[in-house]
Nanobody
Framework: QLQLVESGGGLVQPGGSLRLSCAASGFTLDNYAIGWFRQAPGKEREGVSCISRGGSTNYPDSVKGRFTISRDNAKNTVYLQMNSLKPEDTAIYYC?????????????WGQGTQVTVSS
């Protein structure tokens, strides 16, 4: 079965950190660009980072300098390190595998992991 599985979400206080993981099964992640997205209640899903097959990364201004995406092809896993978390980062976080590059078609979605930033 081809799937992506996210983990690492939870409840954290403002200013805290979390590391999300996106693990693939049934296929090899290094053949894809991998993006992280989030969706807060009542809002549209938005991209928060992407890492290309070659390791290039991009972030929107809302998370730049706080979030870091990385990939470990040996573990078939992509990570999202989130620091200095804010209440507005609260959302369900999803990873997705994209064909060829960060603007490519999304081929697979994970099921999501909840991140809640609250005191």
């Amino acid at each position: 079965q081809l799937q992506l599985v996210e983990s690492g979400g939870g409840l954290v206080q403002p200013g805290g950190s979390l590391r999300l993981s996106c693990a693939a099964s049934g296929f090899t992640l290094d053949n894809y660009a991998i993006g992280w997205f989030r969706q807060a209640p009542g809002k549209e899903r938005e991209g928060v980072s992407c890492i290309s097959r070659g390791g290039s990364t991009n972030y929107p201004d809302s998370v730049k300098g706080r979030f870091t995406i990385s990939r470990d092809n040996a573990k078939n896993t992509v990570y999202l390190q989130m620091n200095s978390l804010k209440p507005e980062d609260t959302a369900i976080y999803y990873c997705a595998a994209r064909s060829y590059h960060c603007a490519g078609d999304i081929r697979y979605w994970g099921q999501g992991t909840q991140v809640t930033v609250s005191s």
